[in-house]
């Protein structure tokens, strides 16, 4: 079988309401690893769906990093808002925690599926 690598990851977030927004996500080692540590220092495991105090700013900034692009995304008035890394960081901490909740899951579920 051919070598695929995951370049870019499309999630959808249907937390985040319907239709589901979907986020497009590079890799980014050095937040992932970030994220991974904070993940062990806390005791958990890193497929454990708790969102421990200590792993949010680690996770917040690895979906800074690996954020790179959106659709559905929607101002007050229904507009679509073009992705920049600015208005991404213009999305509220809970909204973010999601879409970094919802990579992690999609990645957990490709791994699996992967055997690994």
Excluded: H
Aim: glycine share 6%; proline share 10%.
């Amino acid at each position: 079988m051919a070598y695929k690598p995951r370049l870019k990851m499309r999630v959808a977030v249907p937390a985040l309401g319907e239709p589901a927004p979907v986020f497009q996500f590079k890799p980014d080692d050095e937040a992932q690893l970030a994220f991974l540590d904070a993940v062990a220092s806390a005791g958990l495991k890193p497929d454990d769906t708790t969102i421990a105090p200590q792993v949010v700013r680690p996770l917040l900034r690895m979906v800074e990093a690996t954020v790179c692009g959106w659709e559905g995304v929607l101002d007050e008035n229904g507009e679509p808002i073009p992705f920049s890394p600015e208005e991404l960081a213009q999305l509220p901490m809970e909204d973010r925690i999601q879409i970094g909740a919802a990579f992690l899951q999609r990645e957990s579920e490709l791994d699996a599926s992967a055997g690994l």
